[in-house]
Nanobody, 126 residues
């Protein structure tokens, strides 16, 4: 059974950086697409970024493009989300997600990911 554990959230000021980590357990990490999503209070969970199994292709929501970077280390069974130039609008609970890799494009919809972490809170003050 796949398990995902996020870490690295916290309270920062606008303009600061944070790096989130997602530790993967229970299967072969390199066989999975990985994604990051976020959910702000009162809003639906939204896509942030995705990465294919070998890290060669990455995808981003327009709202974070140029500021966030998704990466993975298959030797450490860990995915990362580097967040720079944080804004108050980035405040949310951030979730990592995993889906067994089929094809060449990482999914973008919540419904397309089977496994989810518990989430980590990111709060950006102005």
């Amino acid at each position: 059974q796949v398990q995902l554990v996020e870490s690295g959230g916290g309270l920062v000021q606008a303009g600061d950086s944070l790096r989130l980590s997602c530790a993967f357990f229970g299967s072969i990490f390199s066989s999975y697409f990985m994604g990051w999503f976020r959910q702000a209070p009162g809003k639906e969970r939204e896509y942030v970024a995705g990465i294919v199994w070998n890290g060669e292709r990455t995808y981003y929501a327009d709202s974070v493009k140029g500021r966030f970077t998704i990466s993975r280390d298959n030797a450490k069974n860990t995915a990362y989300l580097q967040m720079n130039s944080l804004k108050p609008t980035d405040t949310a609970v951030y979730y990592c997600a995993a889906e067994r890799a089929t094809g060449w494009s990482a999914p973008r919809r919540v419904s397309e990911y089977k496994y989810w972490g518990q989430g980590t809170q990111v709060t950006v003050s102005s």
